[in-house]
Every structure is written in C-alpha cells, then in structure tokens.
C-alpha cells in the first residue's frame, strides 16, 4: 500500500517532468514570445559564465570570439538539460512505486531515457512509466533537431540586410556614412526603396527573434557585424533623412522608424529591459548636439542639400530618436555588439573604435 511519502515524492517527480516538458514546448514549438523558467535558468547561468570569460579579454576581437560561443554552446547544452531533469523526474516516481534505492531507481530510469534496456522493470505500472520515459527522451531530440534549421534559417534571413549594409555604410556601419553612399552612386532618390526593404527586415527580426530569444546572441560572421548595429545605423539613417535632408518628407521613412522602434521595443519585453513606452518630443537622448552637428557639416561638405534650421533640425531628429535609442542602447550592451557610431560606441564593453574602410579605397586597388 501506498504510503503518502511515496505518494509525494511521485507527485514530485510528475511536476518536474512536466514543468520540463512545457518548458521545452514553450522554447521550441509555440511560435510567440513565452516565458520558459528553465530555458531562462540555462541562458541565464550560461550568459554570466561567458561574459565573465569575455570581460577578461583585453581586445573586443577576442571577447568577440568568446561570445561567438554563447549561443550555440547554450543550445546544445539546453536539451541535455531537459534530459538530465526529465531523468530526476523519473527517477523520483520509479522509486516511489518500486522498491528502489536512490542508485537502483536512477538505473531504471537512465536506462529508459537512453533506450537502453539494460535494466529490467517488474510491474505493469514500471513499464508503462519505462515506455513514457523513452518517448520522452527521443520526443526532446527530435525538437532540437527541427528546433536548429528554423533557427539558423532565420540566421540566414537576418544576416543577408546586415551584410548588405556593410556595402551601404560601411564597416563598422555609420548612418552618415549611409546617405553619403547612396548620394554618391545616385540613388538618393530611391531611398524609399531601402525603407521599405527595412521595414520587411524588421517585421521579421521582430517575429523571430521574440519566438527564439536565442537569435538575438548569434553573432555575424564577420567580427565587425551586428544585427543590433545595422538596426540602430538604418533607423538613424531614416531619421536623419527626414529631417536633416531638404526634400519631400517620405513616408517610408517614417513607417520604417516606427516598425523598428516597435521591433527593438518587443524584443525588450522579452529580456525584461525597461524602457518609456511614451517618450515625448524633447526628451533628451544620449547623441549629442554637436555629433549631429558633425553629421549634418559631413553632408553638407559632400553636396548634399542640408536644411538651414539646423536648430529645428537637431529637435525633429531627437524626436525621433528618442523612440528607440534607449532600448537600441541596452540590447547593443546586452549582446555586447561591435563599435559602431552612435550605435553601441557608448557600452562600456567597448574599447577603441577600429579603422574604418574608406570608400572606394579597395576599388582603386
């Protein structure tokens, strides 16, 4: 007869099987931000380990190849979690209705999660939990195993924009640089163009990286190239074109500043990082007065039709600014992203900014 410590230590081990099931169904196959208590407890451990390891670094290109590591160390290391936990879970019942030891009833149950077979069971009860046991084990394979080329599918589709920044703006990526570019080749006027190819990037950056947190730590190919920074250096560039630039004011502009405010915003809310959800015209930013100066003085130098108020101009660019630099700022900390100006030059993981590429230098090679 059941006695009520077996009963509770069967209850027990019930829960912590499936709390790490849900756990793991949340992680991998509900396609919405969720919450997962375990997945946050593996990153979270995981995170701190290596930006300890990274911090000890004295050059941000071998901290960056640290963290290089983070993520896809954490994702394999994430499912041998879920295993070990599931295996205490049963342990806890196989002991509870058999008479096991702490070492006989975790045989049993190793046994069963690993498909071995070498560990008999006696009961109808013990081979039902046996058969349940090894499902399981194989079901959280399997999830890692679709889980991974959703994952680095989506990589791919975010790394595509970044790269192709890196040719518009340069390395590391500069919104001055940006329009300076596209003045130079002629395409000024086709910057409505890029908008709406933004506003596409952000749309999906904003679907995948809430649904796998994990994608906001998987770092470029290229050391000097960052998610994070092509967003804040596109989202610059369209605010400065609006109010910087003598023209018509374009719609494109606009709806691509509000999409990535909007996509940077969600992203904060999965990490918990706190930010004003109605920040007003004439707050104060952490750009400064005379960098947008120095920006406007570029343009100007270069031909490009700067407006004479520059007084209305620097109240207008913060306005629109002030929607996304705080949480750009915290999630370029958080991520430790590359130099880049206006972007993440002001994390205190960040050392001397590199040599940048001037334009054209390679093609008169």
């Given at each position: 007869m059941?006695?009520?410590?077996?009963?509770?230590?069967?209850?027990v081990?019930?829960?912590?099987v499936a709390?790490?099931l849900?756990?793991?169904i949340r992680?991998?196959?509900l396609?919405r931000?969720?919450q997962?208590?375990?997945?946050?407890?593996i990153f979270?451990?995981s995170?701190?380990?290596f930006?300890?390891l990274?911090n000890e670094?004295?050059s941000?290109?071998?901290r960056?190849g640290?963290?290089?590591?983070f993520?896809?160390?954490?994702l394999v290391?994430?499912?041998?979690?879920?295993v070990?936990?599931v295996g205490?879970g049963?342990?806890?019942?196989?002991?509870?209705i058999?008479?096991y030891s702490?070492?006989?009833?975790?045989e049993v149950?190793?046994s069963s999660?690993?498909t071995?077979g070498?560990?008999?069971?006696?009961?109808?009860?013990?081979?039902v939990?046996a058969?349940?046991e090894?499902?399981?084990g194989?079901g959280?394979v399997?999830?890692?195993?679709t889980?991974?080329p959703?994952?680095?599918?989506?990589?791919?589709?975010?790394?595509?924009m970044?790269?192709?920044?890196?040719v518009?703006?340069?390395?590391p990526p500069?919104?001055t640089?940006?329009l300076?570019r596209?003045?130079?080749?002629g395409w000024i006027?086709?910057?409505?163009?890029e908008w709406?190819?933004?506003e596409?990037?952000f749309?999906?950056v904003q679907?995948?990286?809430?649904?796998?947190?994990a994608?906001?730590?998987?770092?470029s190919?290229?050391v000097?190239l960052?998610w994070?920074?092509a967003?804040?250096?596109?989202?610059d560039?369209?605010?400065l074109?609006?109010?910087?630039?003598?023209?018509?004011?374009s719609?494109?502009?606009?709806i691509v500043i509000?999409a990535?405010f909007?996509?940077?915003?969600r992203?904060?809310d999965?990490?918990g990082?706190?930010?004003?959800p109605d920040?007003q015209?004439?707050?104060?930013?952490a750009?400064?007065?005379?960098e947008?100066?120095?920006?406007l003085?570029?343009l100007?130098?270069?031909?490009l039709?700067?407006v004479?108020d520059?007084?209305q101009?620097?109240m207008?660019?913060?306005?629109?600014?002030?929607?996304y630099?705080a949480?750009?700022?915290?999630?370029a900390e958080?991520?430790m992203?590359p130099?880049?100006?206006?972007v993440?030059d002001?994390?205190s993981i960040?050392?001397a900014p590199p040599k940048r590429i001037?334009?054209g230098?390679?093609?008169?090679?």
């Amino acid at each position: 007869m059941a006695t009520l410590g077996s009963v509770l230590l069967f209850f027990v081990g019930l829960v912590v099987v499936a709390a790490t099931l849900i756990s793991a169904i949340r992680t991998v196959v509900l396609p919405r931000a969720a919450q997962s208590w375990l997945t946050g407890m593996i990153f979270g451990a995981s995170g701190k380990l290596f930006r300890l390891l990274a911090n000890e670094r004295r050059s941000f290109e071998a901290r960056d190849g640290v963290m290089a590591l983070f993520a896809p160390i954490t994702l394999v290391l994430m499912p041998l979690v879920w295993v070990v936990v599931v295996g205490a879970g049963y342990t806890a019942m196989f002991m509870a209705i058999g008479d096991y030891s702490w070492i006989g009833a975790f045989e049993v149950s190793g046994s069963s999660l690993l498909t071995l077979g070498f560990t008999p069971v006696a009961s109808t009860v013990e081979h039902v939990l046996a058969f349940s046991e090894a499902t399981l084990g194989l079901g959280l394979v399997a999830l890692l195993i679709t889980f991974l080329p959703s994952l680095y599918s989506s990589f791919a589709r975010r790394e595509s924009m970044v790269t192709l920044l890196e040719v518009r703006a340069g390395t590391p990526p500069s919104a001055t640089e940006f329009l300076l570019r596209f003045h130079r080749i002629g395409w000024i006027q086709h910057l409505d163009q890029e908008w709406a190819a933004w506003e596409q990037w952000f749309a999906e950056v904003q679907e995948s990286h809430t649904t796998f947190p994990a994608l906001n730590f998987l770092r470029s190919p290229q050391v000097g190239l960052s998610w994070i920074t092509a967003a804040g250096t596109a989202l610059d560039a369209a605010a400065l074109a609006q109010t910087a630039l003598v023209s018509e004011p374009s719609p494109g502009g606009r709806i691509v500043i509000r999409a990535g405010f909007i996509t940077l915003r969600r992203i904060a809310d999965v990490f918990g990082i706190a930010y004003d959800p109605d920040p007003q015209y004439g707050d104060p930013i952490a750009l400064t007065r005379a960098e947008f100066e120095a920006a406007l003085d570029q343009l100007a130098e270069d031909g490009l039709p700067v407006v004479d108020d520059r007084d209305q101009a620097w109240m207008d660019f913060s306005g629109w600014r002030v929607n996304y630099e705080a949480v750009m700022l915290e999630i370029a900390e958080m991520v430790m992203a590359p130099y880049a100006p206006w972007v993440s030059d002001r994390s205190s993981i960040q050392l001397a900014p590199p040599k940048r590429i001037r334009w054209g230098a390679r093609l008169s090679r």
